[in-house]
């Protein structure tokens, strides 16, 4: 069965510092793993997916992710955070569930972004 | 580029009332979703369908029901609207069930009262 921690309920940075933001999966085959992005009031954005490619991942607005057979761990990371960043990120686990793409969702990090 | 369309955005039921969420997707997906997501939490799959006709049962499908009568179409009813079902729904499609990503729809905010 599959799961996904994401270890951070919020995280909150200055404009310009890095972000990172983290996530542990568990699965007992190769996952495909996603981090999404939600700003309020809207649907979820995809920032980046690993699909057993390379496993530094790179996505939209400067973000990237890390995948970390050894740790189970899938970290979204940015170099320098900027306003419109601040959302709610969900790193998600995919897996087969009876013929579905099925997606498992972290509860989710809030990220704020400090002037 | 629409991708996928949710109707309406925002509504309040009263409790025992019945609606239709509606969503429309013009990317030609097979693969439809629909999601609940309660305050705090990650998204919880209602229902999906992996082509026009055909239906199954997600985590959390009791209250709900679906229908799939055209690829473009996958519309949520809720027959017997309960506190409980106070939430934001998300539709999603794919074009099939590897490991392609899901395109999401704005939501709909519905609150029973």
């Known amino acids: 069965a599959q799961s996904v921690t994401q270890l951070d309920s919020h995280v909150s940075v200055s404009e310009g510092t890095p972000v990172l933001l983290r996530c542990n999966y568990s699965?007992?085959?190769?996952?495909?793993l996603f981090w999404y992005v939600q700003h309020p009031n809207k649907g979820l954005q995809l920032l980046l997916k690993?699909?057993?490619?390379?496993?530094l991942v790179k996505g939209i607005n400067g973000f990237e992710a890390e995948f970390k057979k050894s740790e189970t761990s899938f970290h979204l990371t940015k170099p320098s955070a900027h306003m419109s960043d601040a959302a709610e990120y969900f790193c998600?686990?995919?897996?087969f569930g009876g013929g579905y793409n099925k997606l498992i969702f972290g509860a989710g990090t809030r990220l704020a972004v400090h002037p | 580029n629409a991708g996928v369309t949710q109707t309406p955005k925002f509504r309040i039921l009263k409790i025992g009332q019945s609606m239709t969420l509606q969503c429309t997707q013009d990317?030609?997906?097979?693969?439809m979703y629909w999601y609940r997501q309660d305050p705090g939490m990650g998204l919880k799959l209602i229902y999906y369908?992996?082509?026009?006709?055909?239906?199954d049962k997600g985590e959390v499908p009791n209250g709900y029901n679906v229908s799939r009568s055209t690829t473009e179409d996958f519309p949520l009813r809720l027959e017997l609207a309960a506190p409980s079902q106070t939430s934001v729904y998300f539709c999603?499609?794919?074009?099939?069930?590897?490991?392609?990503?899901?395109?999401f729809g704005d939501g709909t905010r519905l609150s029973i009262l």
């Open positions: 999603a499609s794919s074009v099939d069930s590897s490991n392609q990503p899901q395109h």
């Open positions: 998600v686990v995919s897996g």
């Open positions: 699965s007992s085959y190769s996952p495909s």
């Open positions: 690993y699909t057993s490619a390379a496993t």
């Open positions: 369908s992996v082509g026009a006709g055909i239906t």
């Open positions: 990317m030609n997906h097979n693969y």
